[in-house]
């Protein structure tokens, strides 16, 4: 039983003991970052530069295919509102059941 104990105390004490690393070597300067392929390819582009106080943007404004197909419909802000059904289905559904005869 004791070398048993002295067994685990020694794995213990080389399992839990205090490493001490060489120093890192010293780093290089980093080189001039130029970009990848892959990031030429997906990196946004620059903007241009912003237009003139009197120039429209409404006319270079475009909008996303995914809004095009599935987003709201620009109307002119001078429309009426849409006339609105007055139909009592929702009352008629859910009125009380009349048993009587």
Known sequence: MGRFTSGVARLLRETFAHEV?????????????TPGRL??????EPLPPAPAHGSSTEATRRRGLVVFLFGPE??????????????????????????EP
């Open 21 to 33: 690393l060489p120093p890192s070597p010293p780093r290089e300067p980093p080189l001039k970052a």
């Open 39 to 44: 990031s030429r390819l997906l990196a946004p």
């Open 74 to 99: 620009p109307l002119p802000p001078d429309l009426p509102p849409a006339p609105r059904r007055k139909v009592r289905w929702l009352a008629w559904l859910f009125s009380p059941e009349n048993l």
